[in-house]
């Protein structure tokens, strides 16, 4: 069955300063999709970063930048020159697809407060 | 261009009862997702809807079921509600599918009693 595990379910950084929350997952498909989700306190989601997986080059969105490691089935996100906006609940993601159907998994989140 | 949009935003309902939730997505997207958000469960895909038929389907009961006009727009149904059906609902549409960029709603947020 594919899982998608995030360990840390609470982080904190100070303004400014980087910090990586963590993703891995578990399939035994070869074509997939991989996405981090930020939803903050107002709770609308909304995407942060999408990966494909047959592209080795990790995707970046600005401040956010991925680094994927599929041989290792990790997917962590790093946020540089953290801002108390980015304070929110952290969704990652992965949805494969077999035969035309597919399923989207979510990790459990990671909740990251930025402090002033 | 508006963002997707749920109505209502919140519902209490009671057991037995039935409920119908609606999404209308983001002009010119085809495809319209629901997942269901509870503290216990996370973040779990429901059904997506592509051209008034559902292409995909979650792991949840016949109670929840869904469709999809002509519009785009798409409506969630839950018969028989049961307690453990209250969560936030959230809606997403995207272009063509759940595998590009998914554009979420601000959820419905369903109560049971």
């Known amino acids: 069955a594919q899982t998608v595990t995030q360990s840390q379910p609470e982080m904190s950084v100070q303004e400014a300063e980087t910090v990586t929350l963590s993703c891995t997952y578990d399939?035994?498909?070869?074509?997939?999709?991989l996405f981090w989700y930020k939803q903050p306190p107002s709770r609308q989601m909304i995407l942060v970063i999408r990966?494909?997986?047959?592209?080795?080059q990790n995707a970046t969105e600005n401040r956010f930048s991925v680094n994927f490691q599929k041989a290792a089935k990790s997917f962590s996100l790093k946020i540089s020159d953290s801002q108390l906006g980015d304070t929110a609940m952290y969704f990652c993601?992965?949805?494969?697809?077999?035969?035309?159907?597919?399923?989207?998994?979510f990790g459990t989140g990671t909740r990251l407060k930025v402090l002033a | 261009k508006a963002g997707v949009t749920q109505t209502p935003r919140y519902l209490i309902k009671t057991r037995g009862q039935q409920v119908t939730l609606s999404c209308s997505p983001i002009?010119?997207?085809?495809?319209v997702s629901w997942y269901q958000q509870t503290p216990g469960q996370g973040l779990q895909f429901l059904f997506e809807?592509?051209?008034?038929?559902?292409?995909n389907k979650g792991n949840f009961p016949g109670r929840f079921s869904g469709r999809q006009f002509s519009n785009s727009r798409s409506e969630m149904n839950v018969s028989t509600l049961e307690l453990g059906d209250s969560a936030l609902y959230l809606c997403?549409?995207?272009?063509?599918?759940?595998?590009?960029?998914?554009?979420f709603g601000p959820g419905t947020r369903l109560l049971v009693l």
């Open positions: 997403a549409s995207s272009i063509n599918s759940a595998k590009e960029t998914q554009y």
């Open positions: 399939t035994s498909e070869n074509n997939y999709y």
């Open positions: 990966q494909e997986a047959y592209k080795q």
């Open positions: 993601a992965f949805i494969h697809t077999t035969s035309g159907t597919y399923k989207y998994i």
């Open positions: 002009s010119g997207h085809r495809s």
């Open positions: 809807y592509f051209s008034e038929t559902q292409r």
